[in-house]
Nanobody, 121 residues
Framework: EVQLVESGGGLVQPGGSLTLPCTAS????????MSWVRQAPGKGLELVSG????????AYIDSVKGRFTVSRDNAKNTLYLQMNILEPEDTAVYYC??????????????WGEGTLVAASS
């Protein structure tokens, strides 16, 4: 059974930082691309970032470029999202998601339950 478990969310002041880990199990993590997706209060889903199976290729939406970094440790079956200079607009539930492919395409077949990040003073 595929399981994705996010953690690391919380309340942080604007300008602060958080790192979200996502621990994967039930599949060969190193064979698949992964994504981070968020949903702000009252809004739809937004694809934030993606990374290929080896971690060599990454992608970001424009609003987080230069502030967020996606990475993975295949030996630990863990995906990360390092978030710096957080803005109130980054407040959302953050989900990690698995791709059915080794390359990142924005297509996802499994999701975690999410972790809430709130940037507020």
């Amino acid at each position: 059974e595929v399981q994705l478990v996010e953690s690391g969310g919380g309340l942080v002041q604007p300008g602060g930082s958080l790192t979200l880990p996502c621990t994967a199990s039930g599949f060969t993590f190193s064979n698949y691309a992964m994504s981070w997706v968020r949903q702000a209060p009252g809004k739809g889903l937004e694809l934030v970032s993606g990374i290929d199976q080896g971690g060599d290729s990454t992608a970001y939406i424009d609003s987080v470029k230069g502030r967020f970094t996606v990475s993975r440790d295949n030996a630990k079956n863990t995906l990360y999202l390092q978030m710096n200079i957080l803005e109130p607009e980054d407040t959302a539930v953050y989900y990690c998601a698995k791709s059915p492919y080794w390359y990142w395409s924005g297509i996802m077949d499994y999701w975690g339950e999410g972790t809430l990040v709130a940037a507020s003073s």
